[in-house]
């Protein structure tokens, strides 16, 4: 693999539209403020940009709810304004990438409109609709954002399917009409200039057939069937067809997000060979530290460094010389990183941020920074449920406080401030003045109230920032193959406080430590004669001895 191709040595910056930057005091990020914050991305040395959807959206799941795939959310800005933005990213050689959300639509869609006017209308078999069994749901599946997947509706007497809002219907893959309109709407975004798609858990669209019943949903299951219906029969098949009829025509970035996979289902979706998607995003460490009592990720659990460096290093052996991988922590479904796997304390926000960038951006894939990643933003602990704006953090919240009465008001906040969405959707902060400088008016989501000290222009200010760090480790990536080619090894695999390993090639080698306690820990890693320290989180080398969320990386060879 001595011909990387471009995506293979590119770092993807994350933008969720609505919190990024306002342009004209309504409080919401919108795509002027994109172009605005433009030369920052630059700056910080990235060379694709991942939009969070920006079309046409009732917002019932900020825009992962899409209404018409071919106009955008006014709130956001024009088709013009888009139009700029591409030009202008173009102009500063960055790529831009588009959330496509396929599975599903939202059902304000004109596609939905119409299907559930009468049972034959021409778009009925663009979504799934099934006849009542017995009274009942057609089958025991669940909605991810919590209760039945199935909807009634009345006009025609029949539910329909929706993995995630009863405001979400999933779309009818098995329609031949429904796949070669998704595929013309991802043309026309091409023909816009656009350099690739994200897209929105692709490995749902095609339904086991006969739709059976999740066998893992029991009565107190705060589940969601997702698991159960991903990689269904004729993804791959999907997949393939997309590709042949618009992906493979375009040099283009393509990830999948993937809940549910194994890495031999990545082998298939993301095969060197296989002509379906370049990377997927699997969840596994981002699982880490769900619930022991079935309520998925709603706990407050802290996660076990041998358990992530298990699943990690897994996906890096397995994936190795056969497919690609992505490398992400954060994303607007996760908490914030630092807060979640390092320390956000005073003490050791900065040098622990560092050491979780060092410890993935050195692995072998296509890393993601989402937005505020790279000035290390963090949680937020809100006091009241009223202060949240997440569906799913809602939903969770209804059924397990209020109508199931499984968890306590005070523990239900401790999982919340663990695990909700928001937590990643709070406005960027840009620098100290009111709102951070999100907005000049009041933001559609409270700003954190750290921003005065955690933000955008004190980064810039201090060369010692994360900001730097982050910076240096993007360009790092683009002048040594070793980052992207290496192969991975993991050392002492059951150490629990330090994640080592090792990027092997030819003639050279790379060698990344990080202690992932605040301890100063003393640990000794053999190092060829001549290696050298090319990064770190600490200003010297103090040998065997690792001071606090210490990371460091060492290069040997030509
Ligand atoms: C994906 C998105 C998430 C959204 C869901 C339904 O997981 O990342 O934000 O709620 O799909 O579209
Ligand atoms: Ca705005």
Do not use: C
Not at 159 to 181: G, T, V
Not at 183 to 196: F, P, Q, R, S, V
């Amino acid at each position: 693999m001595n011909q990387n191709k471009w995506w293979q040595k590119a770092t993807v910056y994350q933008i969720y539209p609505r919190s990024f930057q306002d342009s004209n005091g309504d409080g919401v990020g919108d795509i002027p403020g994109i172009i605005q914050r433009l030369p920052y991305l630059k700056e910080l040395g990235v060379q694709v940009i991942w939009l969070s959807p920006i079309y046409q959206s009732p917002n019932d799941d900020n825009g992962y709810d899409i209404s018409d795939y071919r106009k955008i959310l006014p709130e956001f800005g024009t088709m013009a304004d888009v139009d700029e933005m591409i030009t202008i990213a173009h102009e500063l050689g960055l790529k831009i990438m588009m959330d496509l959300v396929v599975n599903h639509t939202s059902g304000e869609h004109h596609w939905f409109q119409q299907s559930r006017q009468s049972r034959d209308n021409p778009y009925r078999d663009y979504y799934i609709w099934r006849d009542p069994v017995d009274g009942h749901e057609p089958n025991n599946w669940l909605s991810d954002f919590g209760g039945s997947a199935w909807a009634f509706d009345e006009k025609t007497k029949q539910y329909y399917l929706h993995l995630f809002s009863k405001k979400q219907p999933d779309l009818n893959w098995e329609n031949p009409a429904l796949r070669e309109a998704i595929y013309e709407t991802m043309a026309w975004w091409l023909n816009k200039g656009i350099d690739g798609f994200r897209m929105d858990v692709i490995n749902l669209i095609s339904k086991q057939t006969g739709l059976p019943n999740d066998p893992n949903v029991n009565a107190d299951n705060h589940g969601s069937s997702m698991t159960f219906v991903a990689n269904g029969p004729k993804v791959h098949q999907y997949l393939q067809e997309m590709n042949a009829k618009v992906l493979s025509r375009n040099d283009i970035i393509t990830v999948g997000e993937t809940p549910g996979v194994t890495t031999s289902d990545a082998i298939q979706y993301a095969g060197f060979d296989s002509h379906e998607l370049q990377m997927i995003f699997q969840f596994e460490h981002t699982e880490i530290d769900n619930s022991r009592e079935g309520l998925g990720k709603w706990s407050d659990e802290r996660f076990n460094l041998v358990d992530l460096k298990r699943i990690l290093s897994k996906w890096q052996t397995a994936l190795d010389g056969k497919a690609w991988n992505s490398l992400y922590w954060n994303n607007h479904d996760r908490p914030r990183v630092v807060s979640r796997f390092g320390d956000d304390s005073e003490a050791y926000r900065v040098v622990s941020a560092k050491m979780l960038a060092t410890t993935l951006h050195f692995m072998q894939g296509t890393p993601y920074i989402y937005q505020g990643e790279e000035i290390g933003m963090t949680n937020v602990d809100w006091s009241s449920i009223s202060q949240y704006q997440d569906i799913d953090t809602l939903n969770a919240y209804q059924d397990l406080v209020v109508e199931q009465q499984r968890v306590s008001p005070e523990r239900m906040m401790t999982y919340i401030h663990h695990s909700s969405r928001d937590n990643a959707r709070t406005p960027m902060q840009w620098d100290d003045s009111n709102q951070a400088g999100f907005t000049k008016g009041k933001p559609w989501l409270a700003v954190n109230s750290n921003y005065e000290t955690i933000n955008v222009a004190q980064a810039l200010a201090d060369q010692q920032s994360i900001f730097y760090f982050y910076k240096k480790i993007i360009a790092l990536r683009q002048q040594m193959p070793l980052i992207t080619n290496g192969h991975y090894q993991v050392l002492d695999m059951a150490d629990s406080e330090v994640y080592a390993y090792k990027r092997i090639g030819v003639d050279s080698e790379l060698l990344v430590i990080s202690n992932f306690t605040n301890q100063t820990l003393t640990r000794h890693y053999t190092l060829n004669d001549g290696a050298n320290m090319i990064l770190s989180n600490y200003d010297d080398d103090q040998g065997d001895t690792l001071r606090p969320y210490e990371s460091k990386v060492y290069f040997e060879g030509t």
